[in-house]
T-cell receptor, first 115, second 109 residues
Framework: DAMVIQNPRYQVTQFGKPVTLSCSQT?????MYWYQQKSSQAPKLLFH???????NEADTPDNFQSRRPNTSFCFLDIRSPGLGDAAMYLC??????????????FGPGTRLTVL | GQNIDQPTEMTATEGAIVQINCTYQTSGFNGLFWYQQHAGEAPTFLSYNVLDGLEEKGRFSSFLSRSKGYSYLLLKELQMKDSASYLCAVMDSNYQLIWGAGTKLIIKP
């Protein structure tokens, strides 16, 4: 089955210790997104890639970086996690970014705990 | 600013019908999405509306009125597994998805 996979599902890190979350997709979609979602809140878009073109949201902290080495994989690097970065991190894909029913397909998420 | 409003929480009875409302104010409009999200899981796509009117998909229907900036999700014959959060999201003029905080739906036997 075509899908979006995220690893790990649960990640525990120490305050200030870098962490990398990974996402892979077998849908062959052009666009990959990273969202941060805290409890009972809307998903917050951090950045997205259209193919290799990187698009950073204006309010995404510099502490968050991303890499997309190829179509299938995308990584979220948190350089110095703070307690406020504890959240669910969702990876999503879509065929394109234009109009039409370009629904986003989500991975299962990685729940990050910062100690 | 851009804004999506949905009720925080709703309660309904198994077998009944429930309507979850969403109002939006966005810079431009390129469609409205409804997603279902079970606790601790990722959102899954339910429906897409870009023209006014009702879209029906099994037990779920979604309605849109662009002039009123309003949508609703209608769930019929509620089942316990429908207990989840329902997120409304609007695609703005830049094709960015603006998300609501979601409506937590509690189904009681």
């Amino acid at each position: 089955d075509a899908m979006v996979i995220q690893n790990p599902r649960y990640q525990v890190t120490q305050f200030g210790k870098p962490v990398t979350l990974s996402c892979s997709q077998t849908l062959n979609h052009n666009v990959m997104y990273w969202y941060q979602q805290k409890s009972s809140q809307a998903p917050k878009l951090l950045f997205h890639y259209y193919d290799k073109d990187f698009n950073n949201e204006a309010d995404t902290p510099d502490n968050f970086q991303s890499r997309r080495p190829n179509t299938s994989f995308c990584f979220l690097d948190i350089r110095s996690p703070g307690l406020g970065d504890a959240a669910m991190y969702l990876c999503a894909t879509s065929r394109a970014t234009g109009g039409g029913p370009n629904e986003q397909f989500f991975g299962p998420g990685t729940r990050l705990t910062v100690l | 600013g851009q804004n999506i409003d949905q009720p925080t929480e709703m309660t309904a009875t198994e077998g009944a019908i429930v309507q979850i409302n969403c109002t939006y104010q966005t810079s431009g409009f390129n469609g409205l999405f409804w997603y279902q999200q079970h606790a601790g899981e990722a959102p899954t796509f339910l429906s897409y509306n870009v023209l006014d009117g009702l879209e029906e998909k099994g037990r779920f229907s979604s309605f849109l009125s662009r002039s009123k900036g309003y949508s609703y999700l209608l769930l019929k014959e509620l089942q316990m597994k429908d207990s989840a959060s329902y997120l409304c999201a609007v695609m703005d003029s830049n094709y960015q998805l603006i998300w609501g905080a979601g409506t937590k739906l509690i189904i009681k036997p």
